[in-house]
């Protein structure tokens, strides 16, 4: 991703916005309402989910470019504790890594609310692909 606002996809849909990024990890937020609910009116953990994927792919993905490694990253495996139920407002998103190698890397993926309170915290491990020099390698899954 060359450009932090370029989002498409899911992230897109979701409203997922990414602030910053570097090799290190990156900083997203994502605005909730009522779209983001399960039935009892709370964020579905789903949502946890799905966005630590994306942002540990993303992580990943950058990282292996700007080590000049080169190729994707994507999720082979996602563990999400739910720490706080939450309806709305905006929650910030941080990624860090916690192990990158030559085949995989885990990072950790960290929600919190507008007060700095954690609502959620994931661990993502991550598959390093090699693209085809005519492959898009935009990170991601």
Known sequence: MNNLNDVRGFDAEIGQKFTSIDA???VATLELSAKHH???GIVHGGVYCA???SAA???GAYWLHATGIGGTA???NNSTDFLRSVSEGT???????IHRGRRQ???AVEFTD???RALARSQVRLQNIELPDSAPSNGGE
């Open 105 to 107: 890397q885990l990072w």
């Open 24 to 26: 290190d990890g990156l």
């Open 51 to 53: 966005v630590a994927e």
């Open 57 to 59: 792919s993303m992580s």
């Open 91 to 97: 929650i910030s998103i941080r990624t860090s890594p």
């Open 114 to 116: 507008a007060d700095g």
């Open 38 to 40: 399960q039935p009892f």
């Open 74 to 76: 994507v999720g082979v």
